[in-house]
């Protein structure tokens, strides 16, 4: 014979997490106080049942039937019935005592259904005497009961099959529904307990608790007593544990308050055709995330993914109105202008997006108002007009944390550069296109950042890295350029920390609020940091003036 129940365990056993589920539904079960089970259907409401401090779950056949859309018939098969409840089990820590109906048919669909639930950690399970395919308590009358012989056979089974030896396993007695009577009921009982049952689930009808509390003192303890107060919701608790009742089931309240909170919603949003009535009544997406534990989720990955498909967070500089574009900009700052139907700032995102950067802080300050787009946070340089790059960098702070990536928000390249530069070892390297003094390329007095570099571009497959970053600058002779900075630059997490303590002295010495990024880079070459140069060849373009916007216009 299979492993058979243990002796009663101690109180506190219920609540010990270093115990089995199985043991800790026991443990309540046999506790001397009146315990309760808290109904749920699927995955959230268990999580919620949780929540809410409940020591067990019931998982109810009507709940979880009726929020499949289907009937308490056993319309949804068993293994329907047991999928949702390795989600429950998996959402949550507390036992589970799952209500199997009648076992699914006779004794050999019992042994199975005990197995599978042993097998996903299921604590217990409550099969009641009547006959497969099974009808709700409390839908028509004189509903067929089992046969007691048979159905001791559907007990002495499940107790054999069970693989863990403090699963539960509760009888429910259907004699009081059926009409039977007190007799019948005792009856039964005694036989269920000679069987192995581990408890007696006694049900009624009637709207007061006089029938189940008679069975309660004829019964005298003799095994634990469950019930499931639905039809005589009225009875206080204190009436249950006075009677001798062990363990309380409320046993459909989470899908009847879902009914009523989701028809209120949806014939809300219906009647007013918008959001606006019922967003500050329902639960904020952000609890949604925190049920089911969004948090842990980035945690890991910062532990697991290899450190090429952890893709930094970007910031990108769009503060500045970008004069020299004259109307196009009286409204709206130069990353909202339109290149061919799309703000740039928009074609950005979806650049850095596609390279898997989709935590992006957009430095917002000249017609804030207007940079507006999905997916995007925003932080607002407001002193825009009097201060330049390093100190809207400063306002984004918050977001400069592990590998980033700092844009300017007037730019836009190829996403395979932004995947070169997540790439590119060094823990601060910038992007510069060695194809800066090709023809054409700009109108002919405007100013760019030159770089000078340990190494100039060869073009060869074989160099060897990025170069070391010398110089940066508008200002270099063209004899020592090697390249023009784009405005793209990648941080490490060490580059970040770099950085932040570089802005630290900058608040301290003045000098934050003028300078540029070059002027930053150059401090912090001055220090020793190293910075490196990641080569491209054109693939990219900026607007600054007239000259550039038609040209981006022709590109796209
Ligand atoms: C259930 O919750 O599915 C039950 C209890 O079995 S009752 O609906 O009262 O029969
Ligand atoms: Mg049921």
């Known amino acids: 014979m299979a492993t058979r129940s243990r002796a009663q365990p101690t109180p506190d056993a219920a609540t010990d997490p270093a115990r089995s589920k199985p043991a800790r539904l026991r443990a309540e079960l046999f506790s001397p106080t009146l315990s309760y089970l808290m109904e749920a259907h699927n995955g959230l409401s268990a999580k919620i049942v949780e929540e809410a401090g409940f020591k067990g779950i019931w998982a109810s056949g009507l709940s979880m039937s009726a929020a499949l859309g289907v009937r308490d018939n056993n319309e949804a098969s068993w293994t329907q019935v047991l999928d949702q409840l390795e989600f429950m089990s998996d959402a949550t820590t507390i036992p589970i005592l799952v209500d199997g109906d009648t076992g699914y048919g006779n004794f050999n669909n019992v042994r199975r259904l005990v197995r599978k639930l042993c097998q996903r950690q299921i604590a217990g399970v409550c099969i009641e005497d009547k006959l497969f395919p099974k009808t709700n308590s409390f839908v028509g009358e004189a509903q067929p009961l089992a046969d007691i012989d048979e159905f001791c056979g559907r007990i002495k089974a499940g107790k054999d099959s069970q693989t863990d030896a403090d699963f539960v396993l509760v009888a429910r007695i259907e004699a009081l529904i059926s009409g039977w009577g007190l007799d019948e009921a005792l009856r039964r009982a005694e036989a269920y307990h000679r069987s192995g049952a581990d408890a007696v689930l006694i049900h009624s009808k009637k709207s007061t608790a006089d029938e189940i509390f008679a069975f309660c003192r004829e019964w005298a303890g003799r095994s634990p007593v469950v019930i499931v107060p639905t039809m005589y919701y009225r009875t206080p608790s204190e009436a249950f544990e006075a009677n001798s ?215 060869s497959y074989l160099d060897e890295g990025p170069a070391p970053l010398v110089a940066i600058a508008p200002d270099l002779p063209s004899s020592e350029t090697h390249g023009e900075f784009i405005g793209l630059v990648k941080l490490s997490d060490r580059g970040t920390s770099l950085v932040k303590a570089e802005l630290a002295r900058m608040r301290a010495d003045g000098s934050i609020a003028s300078a540029d990024l070059p002027d930053l880079l150059t401090r912090l070459m001055a220090q020793g940091v190293p910075v490196s140069v990641l080569y491209i060849t054109g693939h990219w373009l900026d607007v600054d003036d007239a000259f550039d916007l038609a040209k981006a216009r022709n590109l796209m």
């Open 245 to 459: 009742v062990n363990m309380v089931i409320w046993a459909n309240h989470n899908l009847r308050a879902a009914i009523t909170a989701m028809r209120a919603v949806s014939s809300r949003i219906m009647r007013e055709h918008g959001l606006i009535g019922v967003e500050g009544e329902i639960a904020g997406v952000k609890e949604v995330f925190d049920l089911v534990g969004q948090s842990e989720l980035t945690q890991a990955e910062s532990r697991y993914l290899a450190p090429q498909q952890q893709r930094p967070r970007a910031i990108v500089l769009a503060a500045t109105q970008g004069t020299k574009l004259g109307p196009l900009t009286a409204n709206r700052p130069k990353c909202m202008i339109d290149l061919r139907g799309e703000p740039l700032l928009r074609r950005l995102v979806a650049t850095l997006n596609e390279s898997g950067v989709r935590d992006i802080t957009v430095v917002r300050g000249f017609a804030k108002e207007t940079v507006d787009l999905a997916n995007i946070k925003t932080v607002d340089n407001d002193a825009f007009a009097a201060t330049g790059e390093v100190a809207s960098l400063a306002c984004a702070e918050a977001a400069l944390d592990g590998d980033c990536v700092v844009s300017y928000g007037d730019i836009l390249f190829r996403p395979y550069i932004v995947d070169d530069l997540i790439g590119a070892e060094g823990d601060i390297v910038v992007v510069a296109d060695a194809r800066w003094n090709s023809p054409g390329h700009r109108a002919p007095d405007r100013q760019i950042d030159r770089v000078k570099c340990g190494r100039a571009f060869t073009g």
